[in-house]
């Protein structure tokens, strides 16, 4: 089993729709991330959380929110889905050495 | 500006024809570089951290190496399982208008590595 564990995989929705992206890890790291990825962009972080109580906006931020419900569990919702936030999304946590571990990804497509 | 950029973007390679693929950085205070491999569809798969320059890491066909301006990803003898797309990262201090806490993760676009049977 994955240590960062994505669902949904895929997702097709409206514009205007609320979704939410789940995240878990098994890996017992305090730091979560979201990340989109677009091609010929790379990744572009959206938020961040150091704990279940900090969280911190990134880069690219609007449309999105975060919620972290424990160390173990950080969600992203996109509250009124619109074309442009078609993308690849993922997951990630960091561990004490700085190094960033992704989950499989989940792809969201908004027509 | 912060900037990552790996070279070249698509790599086509014949088994066993050994390259290197490049990722250069211009960054404040460099804490370490990254190097992960990407499966289509799939998430980034951590491979090497490297902190200094001169330093190297090894696996298997992959050796990463890294200067004070770019770090190289050295690939020997390739085999078509190691067709994938080749990301590198660095973790640099942020700017003062902070968006990632007291260090930023800045990754690459990434070499798209094609080994041909």
């Not at chain 2, 990407?38 to 298997?60: I, R, V």
Request: neutral net charge.
């Amino acid at each position: 089993d994955a240590d960062v564990t994505q669902t949904p995989r895929n997702r097709i929705t409206k514009t205007g729709k609320r979704i939410m992206l789940e995240c878990s890890q098994t890996k017992g790291h305090d730091r979560m991330y979201w990340y989109r990825q677009d091609p010929g962009l790379g990744l572009r972080l959206i938020y961040y959380s150091f704990d279940v109580k900090d969280i911190n906006k990134g880069e690219i931020s609007d449309g999105y929110s975060v919620s972290r419900q424990a160390q173990a569990k950080f969600s992203l919702s996109l509250e009124s889905a619109i074309p442009n936030q078609t993308a690849l999304y993922f997951c990630a946590t960091r561990d004490s050495g700085n190094t960033i571990y992704f989950g499989e990804g989940s792809w969201l497509t908004v027509v | 500006e912060d900037q990552v950029t790996q070279s070249p973007e698509a790599l086509r390679l014949q088994e066993g024809e050994s390259s290197s693929l490049n990722c250069s950085y211009t960054v404040s205070g460099l804490r370490g570089l990254f190097w992960y491999r990407q499966d289509p569809g799939k998430g980034p798969e951590f491979l090497f951290t490297l902190y200094s320059a001169g330093e190297e890491k090894e696996k298997e066909r992959l050796k990463a190496t890294l200067t004070k301006k770019e770090s190289f990803l050295h690939i020997t003898a390739p085999k078509p399982e190691d067709s994938a797309t080749y990301l590198c990262a660095v973790q640099a201090l942020a700017d003062t208008d902070t968006t990632s806490g007291t260090y930023k993760y800045i990754f690459g676009t990434g070499t798209r590595l094609k080994v041909l049977a």
